[in-house]
């Protein structure tokens, strides 16, 4: 439980760096708008991404798995999209804010897991 809740403050630390350093990804909201906006992104990846990368497994193997990038940007967008309908302040203006997001986001949530998760011994 406490890594699932590490794992969702990591994301929304990351989506928020996204939307800082990227021209195009907008948040205009207080920490619960992004904290609901990092459980939008959690359950977009955790109900779509499965399928996105099931159908597309032909070219992700074709592109030797650099097609995983544009799945992660079209997360990013329907994050946006869902976030901008709830009224959640958090919008996507296309395809490469997008993109560059998902790059952001990734290495953002890949640093601090690598920092702040617990050591298994």
Known sequence: MRSLLMHWVFNAA??????Y???GLDFNGTIVQLL??????GLVN???R???????????????GIFTLVINALMVMVTGWLST?????????GFWPAFLGGLVIGI??????????PKKS
């Open 14 to 19: 990351a989506l928020w760096v996204a939307a």
């Open 46 to 48: 955790s109900l779509l």
């Open 21 to 23: 350093f990227i021209t």
């Open 36 to 41: 609901m906006v990092a459980a939008v992104f």
């Open 50 to 64: 499965p399928l996105l990368t099931l159908l597309t497994c032909p070219l992700i193997v074709l592109t030797l």
């Open 108 to 117: 953002v949530s890949l640093i601090l897991s690598l920092m702040f998760s």
């Open 85 to 93: 309908r709830w009224g959640l302040g958090f919008a996507v203006s």
